[in-house]
């Protein structure tokens, strides 16, 4: 029998972590996020330890930016050796190779044909701004449109193209002008209460009515689209949406982002999601997962459009810094080495067959969509009405912390379960992980079916 990862040790939060946790209460605005009140002491492949010594499997991957694992071999080594090097220099000011390899390496991975080029950033909502930046410097026009139940990041820009009000946007207006939205092809929530394939993906097809009635198509710059929906819920649309959505980007001139900062580097069994529906966008963007855990962020695209900003007017200070790179190389290498696109697959499988099967025996399981190792279950009361289960959601993920997994939930309905683990997780391990969510599937709904206590 294999040794089992998860070890609770104490009541969670244990007291070192609530001792921090009034801490950071103290010391930190509430505006960062908090998820999971229990803070981490070391971590390594597909499992954290925390500092009161209790040892939890890793469903979130620190919001997808694991896909290599914690503190991966390959990756750990490359930053030691860089740290004895240089840590600094500002690629603009003083460059160096690591940079030009970084580049070299996403321009050969990039589906798109024809001389392409990247340039280093950051932070996912850095690569948002500057592919906006480069498709409004190419053609010249200011709109973009982008996508209900979108998310693109949290500054000014990203946050106007992000759909969902709370938290991303309530009380942060005004926002960016000349950002435009339409539905994305959310199949089980259609946004025109229309069923595919009927609907001849309709929802694709009308941006032809939007650029009559919201929009002229010579005033829009880009398209922006995520290939997989990330906070919106872990959507994959049909094959046809991003082949209508090329078309209609190739009649009118508009420049094409895939946003794969949380569905690329090998999340869904491809470097790119993109990929699955043999599409090539103009520009893609990366980060999350490009760093192995440092933070970078890349837009890759035809050279011809990453060429149109002005010498200077891209880049940043830290953007594209020397460890960051070393990282990213080594992260890039241990997916090829580990077979990592093969394990998202093969994860994404195994995530279905069982999600499948507590579908068929519970009716709060509502969808189930897995494209490759970006998998998540919709929960809903009511399986006719769809009606989002938020509440069963929440205590789901907050009985998987207390016995030992952690996770991250998803969805503008903010019922979506989804599942972001490192791809060198064990089968086991993975199992083991399953199992606890299972455990408390069966504690939420056999809760619901439990009389009303009479009163004697
Ligand atoms: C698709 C997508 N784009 C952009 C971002 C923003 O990235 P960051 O948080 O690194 O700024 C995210 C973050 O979750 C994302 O999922």
């Known amino acids: 029998m294999a040794m089992k990862t998860i070890n609770i040790r104490t009541e969670v939060p244990g007291p070192k972590s609530r001792a921090l946790l009034a801490r950071r209460v103290a010391a930190i605005p509430r505006g960062p996020q908090l998820v999971t009140p229990i803070f981490a002491a070391k971590s390594e492949g597909a499992w954290i330890e925390d500092v009161d010594g209790n040892r939890y499997l890793d469903f979130a991957g620190g919001i997808g930016c694991l896909n290599a694992g914690h503190r991966h071999p390959l990756v750990t ?11 600094h220099l500002c690629f603009g000011v003083t460059p160096y190779e690591s940079y030009i390899a970084l580049a070299e390496k996403l321009n050969s991975l990039a589906p798109i044909s024809g001389p392409k080029k990247t340039m280093f950033i950051n932070s996912g909502a850095e690569a948002v701004e500057n592919a906006i930046k480069i498709a409004r410097a190419y053609t010249k026009r200011p709109a973009v449109i982008a996508f209900e139940d979108a998310f693109h990041g949290r500054t000014l820009l990203t946050m106007s193209l992000t759909s969902k009000i709370v938290p991303y ?6 926002f960016a002008p000349e950002v435009y939205r339409v539905p994305y092809a959310y199949c089980y929530r259609c946004s025109y209460s229309k069923t595919y394939p009927s609907c001849e993906t309709y929802c694709a097809r009308h941006l032809e009515d939007t650029f009559r009635r919201v929009v002229a198509p ?9 290939p997989v929906l990330g906070e919106g819920g872990f959507v994959a649309p ?4 991003f082949s209508i959505l090329r078309e209609i980007c190739n009649k009118h001139g508009i420049v094409l982002i895939a946003d794969e900062v949380q569905s690329g580097i090998g999340r869904t069994g491809k470097y790119f999601a993109i990929e699955h529906y043999g599409v090539e966008p103009d520009l893609i963007t990366t980060a999350k997962s490009l760093g192995g855990g440092l933070p970078i ?8 459009i990453m060429d149109a900003a002005l010498p200077g007017g891209l ?6 810094n020397p460890t960051a790179c070393a990282a990213a190389l080594a992260t890039l290498e241990a997916i090829e080495k580990d077979g990592l696109l093969a394990r998202s697959t093969a994860i994404g499988k195994r995530f279905e067959d069982r999600v499948k099967g507590w579908q068929k025996k519970w009716s709060l399981i509502g969808d189930v969509r897995a494209l490759g190792g970006m998998c998540a279950f919709e929960l809903v009361t009511n399986r006719e009405t769809r009606e989002p289960a938020g509440a069963e959601t929440k205590e789901l993920a907050h009985f998987a ?4 997994l952690i996770t991250i939930t998803a969805g503008t309905l903010g019922n979506v379960m989804r599942i972001l683990v490192p ?10 992980a399953m199992d606890v969510l299972e455990a408390g599937l069966t504690q939420i709904v056999e809760k619901k079916q439990q009389p009303i206590a009479s009163h004697a």
């Open 77 to 87: 080594k490359a930053i030691h050796d860089q740290v004895d090097k240089f840590l």
């Open 401 to 404: 912390y207390e016995h030992g």
């Open 238 to 241: 049909p094959k046809e949406f």
């Open 218 to 226: 010579d005033s829009v710059a880009a398209i922006i689209a995520e």
């Open 315 to 320: 880049g940043s200070t830290f953007a594209g």
């Open 169 to 174: 946007k309530a009380c942060f207006a005004p």
């Open 423 to 432: 791809l060198v997780v064990t089968d086991e391990q993975f199992d083991e």
């Open 297 to 304: 962020a890349g837009v890759t695209g035809r050279a011809e």
